[in-house]
């Protein structure tokens, strides 16, 4: 079954920047490389939220909260899923996690972001 792993979380200072990645394992690339592939966020008492996805074809959308401050990319080559999160602010603090728009594949243990101020 497809593995997932979120890295590049960490404790930052409002207007900071940090950079995470999904690495997918356990499927080929066939399976990879046609889905919509999202980053979501999770805080406590929250819902799972939809930060930003990325199509196949490189097209990307994002949260309202998020817009203009995040980027969301991929290689499809190496089964990554990159998030650039600059102007990093406190709302911004949650587990992030990656998985397709539809979330069908197993959720991984995310990647802890706190911002602080």
């Known amino acids: 079954q497809v593995h997932l792993v979120e890295s590049g979380g960490g404790l930052v200072q409002a207007g900071g920047s940090l950079r995470l990645s999904c690495a997918a394992s356990?499927?080929?690339?066939?399976?990879?490389?046609?889905?919509?592939i999202a980053w979501y966020r999770q805080t406590p008492g929250n819902q799972r939220e939809l930060v930003a996805h990325?199509?196949?074809?490189?097209?990307?959308n994002y949260a309202d909260s998020v817009k203009g401050r995040f980027t969301i990319s991929r290689d499809n080559a190496k089964k990554t899923v990159y998030l650039q999160m600059n102007s990093l602010k406190p709302e911004d603090t949650g587990v992030y996690y990656c998985?397709?728009?539809?979330?069908?594949?197993?959720w991984g243990q995310g990647t802890q972001v706190t911002v602080s101020s």
């Open positions: 990325v199509s196949r074809g490189g097209d990307t």
């Open positions: 998985n397709t728009r539809d979330g069908l594949w197993r």
């Open positions: 356990g499927i080929p690339f066939i399976t990879f490389s046609p889905k919509t």
